[in-house]
């Protein structure tokens, strides 16, 4: 390849990413959640849901990082999450492990961010003095495609839960915010130390003291694709 044609594409890849660059936008591809200790099953209502020892359905986010795709958490923030009522259908226990599915399609959750600092710079974006009422991050429901909340044991009916169900964004500043953006995702649970021990075919209240979420996206995001798609179009060029 002579060197007009290597300059050529360098021009058309730095053009590129410079116009991406000057969107402004940063594109999440993952969501890290320590929640505070919560029941995140309601036997007597048979469903699927997160509520505090005091009954409220508004749980604390301890700590909360938004992760850029390039690497690394650059986003730090607290909060609370709500995430409304799934319908249990079915549930079981095989194989020494208790397993439940849940469905609603009008199921939701929500993310509201009381602070939100970029860990790099060490900027405040967002804190009680500038939004008294927080700033919802993300409103989502649960993907009609899929339908269903999966919650497993790890193990042999021991006390290690997970979770998993994929979600759709409906609002907040990750949908339509001017600094970051987040596209659907798959919502991975993680139910620690839950009591009580030995469930079998969820016939009882499970409590968590360690609950976590991380959301992750499932399409790349958007300057990669757009990368992705310049590549092969100088490839066959240069063919």
């Given at each position: 390849m002579d060197m007009r044609k290597v300059l050529e594409r360098g021009w058309v890849a730095v053009l590129i990413i410079s116009s991406i660059t000057s969107a402004g936008l940063k594109y999440v591809d993952a969501v890290d959640l320590d929640l505070g200790e919560c029941y995140f099953f309601d036997n007597a209502a048979q469903q699927f849901q997160l509520f505090t020892t005091a009954g409220s359905s508004e749980v604390t986010i301890d700590?909360?990082?938004l992760h850029?795709?390039?690497g690394g958490w650059d986003y730090s923030f607290t909060g609370k999450i709500i995430?409304?009522?799934s319908d249990l259908y079915y549930k079981n226990s095989s194989g020494q492990r208790?397993?439940?599915f849940f469905t609603n399609s009008d199921a939701t959750l929500t993310i509201v961010?009381?602070?939100l600092t970029d860990k790099q710079t060490a900027e405040e974006?967002?804190?009680p003095t500038t939004n008294p009422e927080g700033v919802v991050l993300l409103t989502a429901v649960m993907n009609d495609e899929e339908g269903v909340w999966l919650v497993s044991e790890t193990g042999d009916y021991d006390n290690h839960f997970y979770g998993y169900t994929h979600y759709a964004i409906t609002g907040?500043?990750?949908?339509?915010g001017s600094l970051l953006r987040m596209l659907d995702f798959r919502a991975v649970w993680d139910f620690d130390a839950c009591l009580p021990a030995n469930i079998s075919r969820f016939d009882r209240d499970l409590y968590s003291g360690m609950p976590s979420l991380e959301m992750i996206a499932e399409?790349?995001?958007?300057?990669?694709i757009l990368l992705l798609a310049v590549g092969g179009l100088l490839y066959r060029r240069g063919k």
């Amino acid at each position: 390849m002579d060197m007009r044609k290597v300059l050529e594409r360098g021009w058309v890849a730095v053009l590129i990413i410079s116009s991406i660059t000057s969107a402004g936008l940063k594109y999440v591809d993952a969501v890290d959640l320590d929640l505070g200790e919560c029941y995140f099953f309601d036997n007597a209502a048979q469903q699927f849901q997160l509520f505090t020892t005091a009954g409220s359905s508004e749980v604390t986010i301890d700590i909360g990082s938004l992760h850029i795709a390039g690497g690394g958490w650059d986003y730090s923030f607290t909060g609370k999450i709500i995430v409304t009522p799934s319908d249990l259908y079915y549930k079981n226990s095989s194989g020494q492990r208790a397993h439940a599915f849940f469905t609603n399609s009008d199921a939701t959750l929500t993310i509201v961010a009381s602070t939100l600092t970029d860990k790099q710079t060490a900027e405040e974006i967002v804190n009680p003095t500038t939004n008294p009422e927080g700033v919802v991050l993300l409103t989502a429901v649960m993907n009609d495609e899929e339908g269903v909340w999966l919650v497993s044991e790890t193990g042999d009916y021991d006390n290690h839960f997970y979770g998993y169900t994929h979600y759709a964004i409906t609002g907040g500043e990750l949908k339509d915010g001017s600094l970051l953006r987040m596209l659907d995702f798959r919502a991975v649970w993680d139910f620690d130390a839950c009591l009580p021990a030995n469930i079998s075919r969820f016939d009882r209240d499970l409590y968590s003291g360690m609950p976590s979420l991380e959301m992750i996206a499932e399409i790349p995001e958007p300057a990669t694709i757009l990368l992705l798609a310049v590549g092969g179009l100088l490839y066959r060029r240069g063919k």
